[in-house]
Nanobody, 122 residues
């Protein structure tokens, strides 16, 4: 049973930084893709950043050069370092995982999802 638990969200002023964490458990796939997604009120969920089991990363154009995704395999924890935050980054942020390593930012294809953590930028 895969569990993903996000933390690290909060309220921050524009230009500030936050670091999101996603603790994963019950995940035994040797190849995988994990990602961060976000959903703002009234908008569809969108992909933000993803990392696969080879360490390859993908980013949405809107967050390139501002956000960094990383994975600590020893701690089974996924991170999203968010710098230079903008008001348009305000959303609920979700962690997701899947055994299909090629998924990247394909939001609707991921199997396992966390409950989300709110990020508000003012």
């Amino acid at each position: 049973h895969v569990q993903l638990v996000e933390s690290g969200g909060g309220s921050v002023q524009a230009g500030g930084s936050l670091r999101l964490s996603c603790a994963a458990s019950g995940y035994t796939y040797s190849s995988y893709c994990m990602g961060w997604f976000r959903q703002a009120p009234g908008k569809e969920r969108e992909g933000v950043a993803a990392i696969d089991s080879d360490g390859s990363t993908r980013y949405a154009d809107s967050v390139k050069d501002r956000f960094t995704i990383s994975l600590d395999n020893a701690k089974n924890t996924l991170f999203l370092q968010m710098n230079s935050l903008l008001p348009e980054d305000t959303a609920m942020y979700y962690c997701a995982a899947d055994s299909r390593w090629w998924l990247g930012l394909q939001t609707k294809s991921y199997t396992h999802w966390g409950q989300g953590t709110q990020v508000t930028v003012s």
